[in-house]
Each structure stands twice: as structure tokens, then as C-alpha cells.
């Protein structure tokens, strides 16, 4: 466990490499959310999409906590992650320990909260704009990342974790 997994020199890996693995990420959230949405509204019996859905998004917000949690802590790679060749580690680039993950995951919200909160402030309504606050948010958010040390993502810094490049091991013939 005390081994590092990585040179702690090492560069972060690219940004589009990580936006790669984002928008990949987001593709397999599809499903867990889904999934997870559809458990919920089967255990509570819900017949209409406004009926609990402060308890789905409560729920769904819990259920991708433990799908998050779990892969950082267990190998520090997420399926999208593992696609892209990148690992999440500590500051002393050892696996994440069960709080660090969940600060991680806590501090992620930084992707969005912002936006969300322009859109609070502003009354932004329509699918249309609170889409375009939400990405303009989440880019900037991404682009900042060049501006900060090691070109870590905030919740990173934050939390004293990093996204480092882990290839493959090759396989001996």
C-alpha cells in the first residue's frame, strides 16, 4: 500500500484526455442513474416524475457516491478511467483511502454548483439555457485547470489528490 504507483513528477495527464474520459464517464453514469431511478420509483411506487423527486435526487446522489467511492478506493480507476488510462491517487501517489474518496467526491460538485448557482440567481428557465449556463460552467471549470499547479483539477487541489497516467502493464509472452 505504501508504494507509490506512479512518478509524482509526472505531468497531469491532458485536458482533453480527461474531458475525454468525462464525457465517457457521463455515458456509463447513464445507466447507473437509470438503473438507479428506476429502483427507486419501483421501492417508493412512484407514479409521476414530480411525485419524491427530492428522494430520487437524494437517492441517485448517494448511489453515485458508492459507484465513485468504490472505484477510487479499489484501484483508483472508474470504467471510464480504466478506457482513458487514468488513475486517481493520493498526494504521496498511494491509493485513495475511503475519506479521501469521499472528499473527492463531495468536492466534485464543483463542476456544476456554480452554474447552478447563476441559474438560481438569474431565474435562468428552458432546457435550452440552463443546458448552455451548465456547460459554459462545467468548460470553464475544465479550462481553469490549466491556470492551476500541476494542471489539476480544483477539487484535486482541494483534496490533495491527483490524476496521473496509469498504462497497462504488458503482458509476457
Known amino acids: 500500500m505504501s508504494e507509490t504507483l506512479s512518478n509524482p513528477a509526472a ?3 491532458g485536458l482533453a484526455r480527461r474531458l475525454a474520459s468525462l464525457t465517457y464517464e457521463g455515458v456509463v453514469l447513464f445507466g447507473v442513474v437509470f438503473v438507479a431511478g428506476y429502483l427507486y420509483s419501483a421501492l417508493t411506487q412512484q407514479r409521476n416524475a414530480m411525485q419524491g423527486r427530492y428522494g430520487l435526487m437524494a437517492f441517485e446522489f448517494v448511489v453515485l457516491g458508492i459507484y465513485f467511492i468504490w472505484f477510487w478506493t479499489h484501484g483508483g480507476q472508474t470504467v471510464a478511467m480504466k478506457a482513458w488510462h487514468l488513475r486517481v491517487v493520493d498526494s504521496a501517489h498511494r ?6 474518496a469521499l472528499a473527492r467526491y463531495a468536492a ?9 448557482l447563476v441559474i438560481e440567481l438569474n431565474g435562468i428557465k428552458g432546457t435550452g439555457p440552463v443546458l448552455g449556463t451548465v456547460f459554459v460552467g462545467m468548460l470553464t471549470y475544465a479550462l481553469l485547470a490549466l491556470l492551476l499547479p500541476g494542471r489539476q483539477f480544483l477539487h484535486d487541489l482541494l483534496c490533495s489528490t491527483r490524476l496521473i497516467t496509469q498504462r497497462p502493464t504488458p503482458k509476457k509472452r
Open 11 to 13: 505531468p497531469a495527464p
Open 95 to 100: 491509493p485513495l483511502s475511503q475519506v479521501h
Open 108 to 116: 466534485s460538485l464543483l463542476w456544476f454548483a456554480p452554474a447552478l
